[in-house]
């Protein structure tokens, strides 16, 4: 592979999307109106409702907008990601995905490109979400030395989450399947995670088997890394979690996309059907 249009292949990529995001003005609206509506409304409506023990990676207590300050994020994070899965299954049957994938270039590098790209759109619109959120008084400590684990957090989240829609564009046949599989993915794994409260609280609560689901799901380990960076604490495993999951998406999908090997709907369409 040449390294020299390999890096061009990737640029061009990212820089495509890129341009096409930021044509598209109801994408950042409608990407920053529904956290936004968590923040200021939900969040104001259980303030002083949902207690927030002095619990890691606080110091002190907290407001409850500030804890799932974070969640909003991954909210954010994930959202763009699932939302790439169904630009793949556009692009597939407009037939863009074949003439990319035909490319002179090894087909997980291409695949690679457009994980990049949709890591880059999802931190661009988590950055306008903590701003808009700060203007709004939620302000979240993003500067400092823990500036540097902050970025990792975000783009190891930014990318596991790009990765799982790109597995889950090789098994949506129809942009008519979009919305039923994404409500059986985004809202399991948003609310039964960590996002809006603490772990411990569920298991306090007794509903345990939400606790240990939340416990295994990587979305949880994304929001919790991101969580313990702000504050420069030690994340534990959660970034083996969230480049293990990343790891693994991203080698199902290249093969799922791969003619020869794949899996799902690309290998049952037969040589008539789209890339």
């Not at 939302?83 to 002179?104: F, H, I, K, N, W």
């Not at 979009?178 to 794994?189: D, E, H, L, S, Y």
């Amino acid at each position: 592979m040449n390294v020299r249009h390999a890096v061009q292949a990737l640029w061009a990529i990212i820089r495509r999307e890129v341009l096409k995001f930021i044509r598209q003005y109801g994408r950042l609206a409608s990407a920053l109106v529904r956290p936004l509506l968590w923040l200021a409304v939900f969040a104001a409506g259980f303030r002083n409702v949902f207690g927030i023990a002095v619990n890691e990676p606080y110091d002190t207590y907290i407001p409850y907008d500030v804890y799932i300050a974070p969640g909003l994020v991954g909210m954010v994070l994930l959202f763009n990601g699932m939302q790439s899965s169904l630009a793949m299954v556009y692009d597939r049957e407009m037939g863009l995905m074949r003439l990319l994938l035909t490319a002179p270039l090894p087909r997980w590098w291409i695949l690679l490109a457009k994980l990049c790209a949709t890591a880059a759109l999802s931190l661009l619109q988590a950055l306008a979400f903590v701003l808009v959120a700060w203007a709004l008084g939620t302000e979240l400590p993003l500067l400092g030395p823990q500036t540097p684990m902050v970025l990792a957090a975000a783009v190891g989240a930014a990318l596991m989450l790009g990765a799982l829609g790109l597995l889950l564009s090789v098994h949506i046949k129809q942009l008519e399947n979009f919305a039923g599989t994404m409500n059986f993915v985004i809202f399991p794994m948003y609310f039964m995670s960590t996002a809006l409260y603490p772990l411990w609280k569920l298991e306090e609560s007794g509903a345990e088997w939400v606790w240990w689901i939340a416990r295994f799901n990587p979305f949880t380990h994304a929001v919790e890394w991101l969580r313990f960076a702000l504050y420069g604490k030690d994340p534990g495993i959660a970034p083996l979690v969230v480049l293990g999951t990343l790891a693994l998406c991203f080698a199902l999908a290249a093969w799922g996309y791969d003619p020869q090997r794949g899996f799902g709907a690309l290998t049952k369409r037969g040589p008539g059907g789209p890339a």
